[in-house]
Every structure is written in structure tokens, then in C-alpha cells.
Nanobody, 126 residues
Framework: QVQLLESGGGSVPSGGSTRLSCAVS??????????MGWFRQAPGKEREVVAC????????YYADSVKGRFTISRDDAKDTLYLQMNSLKHDDTAMYYC?????????????????WGQGTQVTVSS
């Protein structure tokens, strides 16, 4: 069973940057096809996909709203997933979640991911 723990976030000024981290534990060699993702949920809105990556690193996906501003990456040696967030906007304010799932899709959906972290809040002040 994969365990996920997010860190980072906090309050950031509009136009600023921050980086989220997700420590992945109990990851095994059998999870070589593991797909990792960052999701977000703002108050009163549905949870949405932000960015996804295969743990192998050979495929990534970004929501249109974050393309060119956010970068997803992972560090094998540290078993950590990252989300670098630049040029932040007020609309990026949300609880951000790290998640893991077994299947890659060119258009990932929330329901494809079965392991979730507890989330970390990002608040962008305008």
C-alpha cells in the first residue's frame, strides 16, 4: 500500500512561486507503473487534476489552466514527487492533494487514483 505525505504550500503573493512536495512511502518494485498526480479542490468546487506523471518519468500531463506555469517532477532517490508552481494566480488557491494510481491515461481522471495524501493548502493573495 502506498502512503503519501504532502508538504509545502502556504500563503503566496499573486505572481509568486512555491513548491509542493509529496513523500512516497511503501512504494515497491511492483509499482513500477505507478502514476502520480497533483490535484486541487477549491471551496465549493469539485476536485480537479492539475498534473500527472508516470513514476518512470516518460509521460506527463498538465491541465490547460496550469500549462507553462507548473512543473511536475519526481526524485527516485528521495521517493518524492514535486509540483513547482510559478506565476501563481488567485484562482490557484485551493487544497492540493498528492495521489497515486496504477493506470496511465492521456487524460487522467480523479477516479483513476486510489491512494491520496491529506492535502496541503495553497492560498494566493491578490
Amino acid at each position: 500500500q502506498v502512503q503519501l505525505l504532502e508538504s509545502g504550500g502556504g500563503s503566496v503573493p499573486s505572481g509568486g512561486s512555491t513548491r509542493l512536495s509529496c513523500a512516497v512511502s511503501k512504494y515497491t518494485s511492483g509499482d513500477a507503473g505507478l502514476v502520480m498526480g497533483w490535484f486541487r479542490q477549491a471551496p465549493g468546487k469539485e476536485r480537479e487534476v492539475v498534473a500527472c506523471i508516470k513514476w518512470s518519468g516518460d509521460s506527463t500531463y498538465y491541465a490547460d489552466s496550469v500549462k507553462g506555469r507548473f512543473t511536475i517532477s519526481r526524485d527516485d532517490a528521495k521517493d518524492t514527487l514535486y509540483l513547482q508552481m510559478n506565476s501563481l494566480k488567485h484562482d490557484d488557491t485551493a487544497m492540493y492533494y498528492c495521489a497515486a494510481g496504477p493506470f496511465w491515461s492521456p487524460k487522467p481522471r480523479v477516479t483513476q487514483f486510489n491512494y491520496w495524501g491529506q492535502g496541503t493548502q495553497v492560498t494566493v493573495s491578490s
